[in-house]
T-cell receptor, first 109, second 115 residues
Framework: GQNIDQPTEMTATEGAIVQINCTYQTSGFNGLFWYQQHAGEAPTFLSYNVLDGLEEKGRFSSFLSRSKGYSYLLLKELQMKDSASYLCAVTSGDYKLSFGAGTTVTVRA | IAGITQAPTSQILAAGRRMTLRCTQDMRHNAMYWYRQDLGLGLRLIHYSNTAGTTGKGEVPDGYSVSRANTDDFPLTLASAVPSQTSVYFC??????????????FGPGTRLTVL
């Protein structure tokens, strides 16, 4: 099985930066995904990393270190609409997704 | 329709009853998945299908069954519901089962309560 850890909750101020860390242990590795999930809604895709390094997409960036089993999602210039849960998910050797429990980010004015 | 639809949106069910959750996608994706989401546990894979005609067991398959008669539909059946199956159920699909950034697209979910 997979072991994926991320903080339960984080709070930040509008306009600030928040970094959500994710550590994982997996048998085989075929990429790491970040999803965003607003309360009562379906998860939606944010990013995918399979090689080490930083992937930037507008205000959101995702970093991966395969040797350390570590990723982070960086949210810049936070907006109220960024209040949501952020799910870290790892694809293992059989290409199935295993999800962490999610990090709930609350953005305050 | 566009994307993935699920039905019903929510359901309250008596323990012991049989229930089928429906999932339909119109993206011609090969792979489909069923997850349950419980507070503090995240999304857990119940069953999956890599292509029409094939299915496989995920992390928590007991008490659930699936079928994949065609590309578009992937129903999930609870043969005899128990209270521990109270959860939010998400169906998802992806272009293929493996390789590359095959992001999964999720349906809106079904909130199921078993009393």
């Amino acid at each position: 099985g997979q072991n994926i850890d991320q903080p339960t909750e984080m709070t930040a101020t509008e306009g600030a930066i928040v970094q959500i860390n994710c550590t994982y242990q997996t048998s085989g590795f075929n990429g790491l995904f970040w999803y965003q999930q607003h309360a009562g809604e379906a998860p939606t895709f944010l990013s995918y990393n399979v090689l080490d390094g930083l992937e930037e997409k507008g205000r959101f960036s995702s970093f991966l270190s395969r040797s350390k089993g570590y990723s982070y999602l960086l949210l810049k210039e936070l907006q109220m609409k960024d209040s949501a849960s952020y799910l870290c998910a790892v694809t293992s050797g059989d290409y199935k997704l295993s999800f962490g429990a999610g990090t709930t980010v609350t953005v305050r004015a | 329709i566009a994307g993935i639809t699920q039905a019903p949106t929510s359901q309250i069910l008596a323990a012991g009853r049989r229930m089928t959750l429906r999932c339909t996608q119109d993206m011609r994706h090969n792979a489909m998945y069923w997850y349950r989401q419980d507070l503090g546990l995240g999304l857990r894979l119940i069953h999956y299908s890599n292509t029409a005609g094939t299915t496989g067991k995920g992390e928590v398959p007991d008490g659930y069954s699936v079928s994949r008669a065609n590309t578009d539909d992937f129903p999930l059946t609870l043969a005899s519901a128990v209270p521990s199956q109270t959860s939010v159920y998400f169906c998802a699909s992806s272009d293929s089962a493996g390789g590359g950034a095959n992001e999964q697209f999720f349906g809106p979910g079904t909130r199921l309560t078993v009393l």
